[in-house]
């Protein structure tokens, strides 16, 4: 079974200033995607950053940076440059190789950037 | 239009009627997917679908049904509504490779009274 953990349930951060959010995950499969989430206040889900397993370097998507560190089994995300937009719900979730392919997802950490 | 829809956006129903969530991709992705939304759990997910014909129960399936007679289509019916099936419900599809994003649906936000 697959299992990620968000231990921040609510964050604040200045505007231009950098922040992670942390997430753990934990899973038997030898081989597995992690992914980064962004929900508004509007609802829709959008797609941040993936890090794959076997990836050498940590992901990097503009502003965002994924922290993976494999024998920690931690992969937190690092908002550089906050802006007042990115004020929102982060979700970690992670995807195993076989199987349904369907995403776990952790209970989400709410990030409000303060000007 | 492209991607993902779902429908209706807003649904108010009572405890013991029948609702059908519906969705629809256009990309041709083979895996489909529902969620539920609850304050607190994140997104978990009720059903998922490999391929037409083929769709198999996920975390909390419990009242509900699936069927994907098309490629394109996954509907989601709750076959007699209860309040605890009060949620928001997305649909998601991907190509099912481990390093495809999934692509989620606006959402539906469901009111059982």
């Known amino acids: 079974a697959q299992k990620i953990t968000q231990t921040q349930p609510g964050m604040f951060v200045q505007e231009k200033e950098a922040v992670t959010l942390d997430c753990t995950y934990d899973?038997?499969?030898?081989?597995?995607?992690l992914f980064w989430y962004k929900q508004p206040s509007s609802g829709e889900m959008i797609f941040l950053i993936y890090?794959?397993?076997?990836?050498?370097q940590n992901a990097t998507e503009g502003r965002y940076s994924l922290n993976f560190q494999k024998a920690r089994k931690s992969a937190n995300l690092v908002i550089s440059a906050s802006q007042l937009g990115d004020s929102a719900m982060y979700f970690c979730?992670?995807?195993?190789?076989?199987?349904?392919?369907?995403?776990?997802f952790g209970s989400g950490t709410r990030l409000q950037v303060q000007p | 239009d492209a991607g993902i829809t779902q429908s209706p956006r807003y649904k108010i129903t009572e405890t013991g009627r029948q609702v059908t969530l519906m969705c629809h991709q256009t990309?041709?992705?083979?895996?489909m997917f529902w969620y539920r939304q609850d304050l607190g759990h994140g997104l978990r997910l009720i059903y998922y679908?490999?391929?037409?014909?083929?769709?198999d129960k996920g975390e909390v399936p419990d009242g509900y049904v699936v069927s994907r007679s098309k490629t394109e289509n996954f509907p989601l019916t709750l076959e007699s509504a209860t309040r605890s099936q009060t949620s928001v419900y997305f649909c998601?599809?991907?190509?099912?490779?481990?390093?495809?994003?999934?692509?989620f649906g606006p959402g539906t936000r469901l009111t059982v009274l």
């Open positions: 998601a599809s991907s190509s099912g490779a481990t390093n495809n994003e999934q692509f």
């Open positions: 979730a992670m995807r195993g190789s076989t199987g349904r392919r369907a995403l776990t």
């Open positions: 679908s490999a391929a037409a014909d083929i769709t």
């Open positions: 990309w041709s992705h083979s895996y």
């Open positions: 899973t038997s499969d030898p081989s597995y995607g």
């Open positions: 890090q794959g397993s076997y990836d050498q």
